[in-house]
């Protein structure tokens, strides 16, 4: 059985179990009765053990969902503003392009990055972890490590600069930059994804 079939039993043990219990009460009190739910509720020790139980489960998930949804929504959003603004007409005044040494300069201006090699290629890490990549696929080129949310603003924003790095790698998110088409901006927001997406948390919250 695929994990996903499983998920899918249980969703309806869940849902089937609760309810096979809950409707027939309803039905032999003819409405929701909620001074009497709550009495039945709490009828006994075992009863109010499990009925605790759920309701504190129920509100650390609501609040662990609002949390989590806030801080993406919040980091998609903003980038996606920035994806956006590449198309504005003021953006393309800006003639300084990236060079490689552009690239490397801000790549070690983040927290703790360092420069390291593997293949071949120069590489920037983060606590041991690689967040950008140069001189890959080519000289001309970098790779930066984003979320495939951003990677697909990006790609949609500017698909001359930006593209998907072929295979597993790059549907995991990290996307080639072309370094003479791209802005240094571009560059230093599209490092500074990498750089958040692959930092420890205590060091990606001061950026």
Sequence with gaps: MKLRHLYLVFCLLGLLL???QFVPWIIEHHALNMPLFMRDLFANRISAFFALDVIVSAIVLLVFIGYSFRRSFARSAAFSLFAASRARPDSWFKTETMTTDDFRKLALSFPEAVESA??????????????????????????????????????????????????????????SIHLPAAKIEIGREALSAAWRNTAPKRLAQTR
Excluded at 127 to 141: H, M, Q, R, V, W
């Design 18 to 20: 609760p309810y096979s």
């Design 118 to 175: 593997h293949m071949h290629h120069p590489d920037f890490r983060v606590c041991g972890k690689i967040f950008a990549t140069l001189g890959y696929p080519d000289e001309n080129s970098a790779v930066v490590k984003l979320t495939p949310d951003e990677q697909r603003d990006l790609v949609r924003s500017d698909p001359n600069i930006f593209q998907a790095v072929k295979g597993a790698w790059g549907r995991r998110g990290n996307t």
